[in-house]
């Protein structure tokens, strides 16, 4: 079935039918959307913001050096350690870069997976 797009008469672009991915045809979308349940995330290695401040003591980093290898700023980061909440992303990026290579790993594989 064609779906006449457009202008009336001869000047009309017809669409092919475009089944469930035709305007308001919500459940080729729903579908779309849909993921296959993937592994659970791995544990992260900062379960807790006040972690954080002591690992960096442990390795003399300062919080501009810690931070500054994920790409986050010195006052984002102190905030962080402070108490406000770490979004997922940047707790991966931790995971992934003060890690060790066996967590690192894990996390690409978990994050490959979740990719599919």
């Not at 305007?23 to 290695?45: D, S, W």
């Not at 960096?56 to 905030?79: A, N």
Request: hydrophobic share 30%.
């Amino acid at each position: 079935m064609q779906q006449r797009i457009g202008l009336r008469g001869s000047d009309a672009f017809e669409f092919p039918d475009l089944g469930p991915f035709a305007p308001g045809h919500n459940k080729g979308v729903q579908q779309l959307n849909e993921k296959p349940p993937t592994r659970k995330l791995p544990k992260l290695v900062f379960s807790d913001n006040g972690d954080i401040p002591s690992f960096r003591r442990k390795h003399k980093l300062t919080q501009s050096d810690f931070w500054q290898q994920i790409g986050v700023s010195q006052s984002s980061g102190s905030r962080y350690e402070h108490g406000r909440e770490i979004p997922l992303q940047i707790r991966m990026l931790l995971q992934i870069v003060y890690g060790t290579p066996k967590q690192a790993s894990s996390m690409f594989d978990w994050l490959r997976d979740a990719a599919r």
